[in-house]
């Protein structure tokens, strides 16, 4: 032997290696890993769970610090800030969005690792030694080997393990009249009594191809009631700043009184304790317009948190927001409150993942159940060399070495199956509750909601009724005030009484809004947009139900 071919032969496999891990970038398996999961949650996105939108993770290019600024994130607002605007920065700038957007990432992630390890994947390898034994030339040897493998794995738990070895040995060294040579291995493990072979395996692939539908399901929950809070913030910071109106009017008003009463005071139309009370009513309508105003830029930053801006951010809000409510007034549902609840048990995701727990508990008992038993399992081996170059045609598959047999384990030491067993009975029995418990919350979510939507609603036109009267009380004032019909604190009352009024009909348009977004989350009912913002999809009938529970059948059975 060429006293250089150990030293080609290791070089070119090196080669080998190194190109593999040059041609294989950082860049490359995150891509790749993109691409593989978003395969996952598309096929596995169904319609009824919401738009396809707004759940792809964003990654930063560089590992943040707390000192960084995103100038992306902080943009300067020349105008107010709309509505449909606040709820598209917040579902792509959200932390706790995010952090939902990868959690969905993350568990299509995991299901590919489970796939790789039990679906046909592929894989090779190569190991190459040199040994050097005295000082004699014919003490050296080679060895160069590699090798492709694969699991299969089926529903009923048959595992089927294969690979091929083939010798590099004096291919690498250079000789032209070589070929690679190969042994293809595999065993074969058929359960037949007990929960051997790859049932447990199958399992573990069946519960994470589960994950991945109940992380879709808890990712579209999670952006209804997100769409609901954000709204609900964004509506409060605009009645907080109504509140700031209302508390600076009526601190001007205040000021204009206690310059007429010093004025008619002076001419002794106005005694001076009145004028002091006009003072003193200044100065507390002042003192309130300063806490409201304290209030609402507290408020504001709060909303800029949520929306991740920075706290110093130049930010208003469109106060035409809350005019279209005004305009807009109020609704009342036109179902009945049990219609309510039947779409809510019918179309609530996170309901759904509730009753797929106890699928999941039954499959976990039957699997520790089978596990108490005898096992049995059919076991098969074989190992094929080739003739020649590693190629299917050349494997001398007569001359081959197979072996068969049973593996059996009799049931007289089960300490550890029964535990198991009588562990997944009891998970079972929780999962049970519990989804018996969320059933009960979903109904009690529901009634409530529809009777704060129908208390709102009443409320909003009582309120408007009394800033109606509050309205009309301090307009008449200055003239009961001059005929002697009524006093100063008459007159500081009727104020109070409008700032009240202007304040009371505002939360009350606010948390009619809001309670009817929530009454329709809460439904399941509410579909998020990919701009973020919101649409009331249709009540189903009850024909449309039963089709929706048979397709939530199909979508199991499937996988």
Same mark, same amino acid.
């Given at each position: 032997?060429?006293?250089?071919?150990?030293?080609?032969?290791?070089?070119?496999?090196?080669?080998?290696?190194?190109?593999?891990?040059?041609?294989?970038?950082?860049?490359?398996?995150?891509?790749?890993?993109?691409?593989?999961?978003?395969?996952?949650?598309?096929?596995?996105?169904?319609?009824?769970?919401?738009?396809?939108?707004?759940?792809?993770?964003?990654?930063?290019?560089?590992?943040?610090?707390?000192?960084?600024?995103?100038?992306?994130?902080?943009?300067?607002?020349?105008?107010?800030?709309?509505?449909?605007?606040?709820?598209?920065?917040?579902?792509?700038?959200?932390?706790?969005?995010?952090?939902?957007?990868?959690?969905?990432?993350?568990?299509?992630?995991?299901?590919?690792?489970?796939?790789?390890?039990?679906?046909?994947?592929? &894989?090779? %390898?190569? $190991?190459?030694?040199? +040994?050097?034994? @005295? #000082?004699?030339?014919?003490?050296?040897? =080679?060895?160069?080997? /590699?090798?492709?493998?694969?699991?299969?794995?089926?529903?009923?738990?048959?595992?089927?393990?294969?690979?091929?070895?083939?010798?590099?040995?004096? &291919?690498? %060294?250079? $000789?032209?009249?070589? +070929?690679?040579? @190969? #042994?293809?291995?595999?065993?074969?493990? =058929?359960?037949?009594? /007990?929960?051997?072979?790859?049932?447990?395996?199958?399992?573990?692939?069946?519960?994470?191809?589960?994950?991945?539908?109940?992380?879709?399901?808890? &990712?579209?929950?999670?952006?209804?009631?997100?769409?609901?809070?954000?709204?609900?913030?964004?509506?409060?910071?605009?009645?907080?700043?109504?509140?700031?109106?209302?508390?600076?009017?009526?601190?001007?008003?205040?000021?204009?009184?206690?310059?007429?009463?010093?004025?008619?005071?002076?001419?002794?139309?106005?005694?001076?304790?009145?004028?002091?009370?006009?003072?003193?009513?200044?100065?507390?309508?002042?003192?309130?317009?300063?806490?409201?105003?304290?209030?609402?830029?507290?408020?504001?930053?709060?909303?800029?948190?949520?929306?991740?801006?920075?706290?110093?951010?130049?930010?208003?809000?469109?106060?035409?927001?809350?005019?279209?409510?005004?305009?807009?007034?109020?609704?009342?549902?036109?179902?009945?409150?049990?219609?309510?609840?039947?779409?809510?048990?019918?179309?609530?995701?996170?309901?759904?993942?509730?009753?797929?727990?106890?699928?999941?508990?039954?499959?976990?008992?039957?699997?520790?159940?089978?596990?108490?038993?005898?096992?049995?399992?059919?076991?098969?081996?074989?190992?094929?060399?080739?003739?020649?170059?590693?190629?299917?045609?050349?494997?001398?598959?007569?001359?081959?070495?197979?072996?068969?047999?049973?593996?059996?384990?009799?049931?007289?030491?089960?300490?550890?199956?029964?535990?198991?067993?009588?562990?997944?009975?009891?998970?079972?029995?929780?999962?049970?509750?519990?989804?018996?418990?969320?059933?009960?919350?979903?109904?009690?979510?529901?009634?409530?909601?529809?009777?704060?939507?129908?208390?709102?609603?009443?409320?909003?036109?009582?309120?408007?009724?009394?800033?109606?009267?509050?309205?009309?009380?301090?307009?008449?004032?200055?003239?009961?005030?001059?005929?002697?019909?009524?006093?100063?604190?008459?007159?500081?009352?009727?104020?109070?009484?409008?700032?009240?009024?202007?304040?009371?009909?505002?939360?009350?348009?606010?948390?009619?809004?809001?309670?009817?977004?929530?009454?329709?989350?809460?439904?399941?009912?509410?579909?998020?947009?990919?701009?973020?913002?919101?649409?009331?999809?249709?009540?189903?009938?009850?024909?449309?139900?039963?089709?929706?529970?048979?397709?939530?059948?199909?979508?199991?059975?499937?996988?």
């Amino acid at each position: 032997m060429n006293k250089r071919q150990p030293i080609f032969a290791v070089c070119a496999v090196t080669a080998i290696v190194l190109t593999m891990v040059v041609g294989c970038s950082p860049d490359f398996h995150k891509a790749d890993a993109d691409k593989e999961v978003y395969k996952i949650i598309d096929a596995k996105w169904q319609d009824n769970f919401g738009q396809k939108a707004n759940y792809v993770i964003s990654d930063a290019n560089t590992i943040p610090t707390p000192n960084d600024v995103n100038v992306a994130k902080a943009p300067i607002f020349e105008e107010p800030l709309t509505l449909t605007q606040a709820v598209a920065i917040a579902t792509k700038y959200n932390r706790d969005y995010q952090t939902m957007k990868e959690d969905l990432y993350l568990s299509a992630l995991s299901l590919t690792g489970e796939q790789y390890k039990y679906a046909l994947q592929w &894989f090779g %390898t190569i $190991d190459a030694e040199y +040994t050097k034994n @005295g #000082v004699s030339p014919e003490s050296k040897t =080679i060895k160069t080997e /590699g090798s492709v493998k694969n699991t299969l794995l089926t529903p009923d738990g048959i595992l089927l393990n294969t690979s091929l070895v083939f010798d590099w040995t004096r &291919f690498l %060294t250079g $000789d032209p009249r070589t +070929t690679l040579s @190969g #042994v293809l291995s595999g065993t074969l493990d =058929i359960p037949l009594l /007990g929960n051997g072979g790859g049932k447990a395996a199958w399992e573990e692939l069946t519960q994470a191809e589960r994950n991945v539908l109940y992380q879709i399901r808890t &990712f579209n929950r999670y952006r209804q009631t997100f769409v609901v809070n954000t709204i609900n913030a964004y509506y409060g910071v605009l009645q907080n700043k109504d509140g700031v109106t209302n508390a600076k009017n009526n601190w001007n008003s205040s000021v204009e009184y206690r310059k007429q009463a010093e004025m008619e005071a002076k001419t002794g139309r106005t005694a001076p304790y009145e004028v002091d009370q006009a003072r003193q009513r200044e100065l507390s309508a002042y003192d309130s317009y300063v806490i409201t105003l304290q209030l609402y830029e507290q408020s504001l930053d709060s909303f800029k948190i949520m929306l991740s801006l920075p706290v110093n951010t130049s930010l208003e809000l469109d106060q035409n927001e809350l005019r279209a409510l005004q305009n807009y007034g109020t609704t009342k549902p036109q179902y009945s409150i049990d219609n309510a609840i039947e779409i809510a048990l019918s179309c609530r995701l996170d309901l759904a993942n509730s009753a797929d727990a106890v699928d999941d508990a039954q499959r976990t008992v039957k699997l520790a159940a089978e596990g108490l038993g005898p096992q049995l399992d059919l076991t098969g081996s074989a190992n094929v060399n080739s003739q020649g170059n590693a190629h299917i045609d050349n494997f001398q598959f007569h001359k081959g070495t197979y072996n068969w047999g049973l593996s059996a384990n009799l049931p007289f030491d089960r300490k550890n199956q029964r535990n198991a067993y009588r562990q997944a009975l009891i998970t079972l029995e929780r999962q049970q509750r519990a989804y018996s418990q969320s059933v009960d919350s979903v109904v009690q979510s529901v009634r409530q909601d529809y009777r704060q939507l129908m208390a709102t609603a009443e409320e909003f036109v009582t309120q408007e009724k009394s800033l109606a009267i509050a309205e009309e009380r301090v307009k008449n004032m200055p003239l009961l005030l001059k005929s002697g019909r009524a006093k100063t604190t008459d007159l500081l009352d009727a104020q109070d009484s409008l700032l009240q009024a202007q304040n009371n009909l505002t939360s009350a348009l606010v948390g009619h809004t809001i309670a009817k977004l929530t009454f329709y989350s809460d439904v399941g009912i509410l579909q998020v947009k990919p701009d973020g913002m919101w649409t009331q999809s249709a009540i189903v009938s009850k024909d449309q139900t039963n089709e929706r529970e048979q397709g939530k059948q199909s979508s199991k059975d499937n996988l």
